[in-house]
């Protein structure tokens, strides 16, 4: 009996040493390819020396990031795993109506570390007539319901970024939602839609190539790789309109793990290669601590959240 305790003993002590070694893990929920999954590599290339070692990115697709979000908010708070996590999860998810969610954002998640903003970009067919913001909305007020504005679904972040240039304008306007960005995206370039809110990581080589034309931006910061479009708050002052990759963690999770990860994100975001690559996708590198981030959290579940009862949108 003795004997057998021992050994039990050991193998406890042995896992318990195996666990300490591996690896953090940085899970991401979202395609592999895509612009989440691309710089949640580059920075776990980057952010290694913070941690000891270099995380291992780990795929768990599926409910828009909230499969990988629901393990990393379920599992320990010691720092040993986090998730990428971008705006729509954590500041439009948890107010939409009728929404049906694994975890409460809110109350079950925290940030860590901001890396990059990817200011959104309202973009139309290189064919359509309109070639400036100021157009499009003079169109829309003259002509209620006959400009059009495509997203990726109901409650989308491209949805409430098209309910916003219409509350703003203020115009009525048509909204057409699609069953993901592809054929949102071809509608535009044919001009079946009039124009789109949409992620500049996400259509940044369709800009480049001529497929689309991007009329205004929605964030004020100098976007590189289209230093001559100006922003939308030119035309409509006070409207600003962008997603954030982050990093997320359990609430609660320990100061210690929380430190880890945001030296790690200081450093790729301080790195020039890293910097270079995300301005190279139309993103703008930016590095906020946990604390920062969390503030930013609330401000953009108050815009967002506003912008849902405004436009009394439901999720289907």
């Known amino acids: 009996m003795l004997r057998r305790l021992l050994a039990i003993a050991v193998m406890a002590t042995l896992s318990l040493s195996a666990a300490a070694q591996s690896p953090p893990r940085l899970v991401n929920g979202f395609a592999p390819g895509g612009t989440a999954d691309i710089v949640a590599r580059l920075l776990a290339d980057l952010a290694g020396p913070a941690l ?4 291992v990115v780990e795929t768990r697709t599926g409910a828009t990031g909230f499969i990988a979000a629901e393990q990393v908010a379920r599992g320990p708070a010691d720092g040993s795993a986090v998730v990428l996590c971008v705006m729509s999860m954590l500041a439009i998810a948890p107010e939409l109506p009728g929404a049906r969610l694994p975890i409460d954002p809110r109350t079950d998640l925290a940030g860590v570390a901001l890396f990059a903003l990817s200011p959104y970009g309202l973009v139309v067919g290189a064919q359509s007539p309109y070639r400036s913001l100021a157009q499009l909305v003079e169109a829309a007020k003259a002509r209620p319901s006959a400009v059009s504005y495509a997203s990726v679904g109901v409650g989308s972040a491209p949805h409430l970024g098209g309910a916003l240039i219409g509350l703003r304008a203020p115009a009525e306007m048509v909204h057409v939602p699609y069953r993901g960005a592809a054929p949102a995206l071809l509608d535009v370039i044919a001009n079946r839609a009039d124009f789109m809110m949409v992620s500049l990581g996400d259509v940044t080589k ?8 991007l009329l205004a931006l929605g964030d004020s910061r100098p976007v590189p790789l289209f230093p001559n479009v100006p922003p939308i708050s030119a035309t409509l002052p006070g409207v600003e309109s962008y997603t954030w ?5 359990p609430r609660g999770m320990s100061a210690e793990g929380r430190a880890r990860w945001e030296r790690g994100t200081a450093a790729a975001v301080a790195d020039p290669g890293f910097r270079t690559r995300l301005e190279a996708m139309g993103l703008v590198p930016l590095f906020e601590d946990g604390a920062t981030m969390d503030r930013r959290i609330a401000a953009d579940r108050e815009l967002w959240g506003g912008v849902v009862r405004a436009a009394n949108i439901r999720a289907e």
């Not at 369709?206 to 034309?213: C, M, T, V, Y």
């Not at 990759?245 to 963690?249: A, D, E, N, Q």
């Open 245 to 249: 990759f982050g990093l997320c963690g």
């Open 206 to 213: 369709q800009i480049q190539d001529g497929d689309l034309r």
């Open 52 to 55: 000891g070692t270099r995380p």
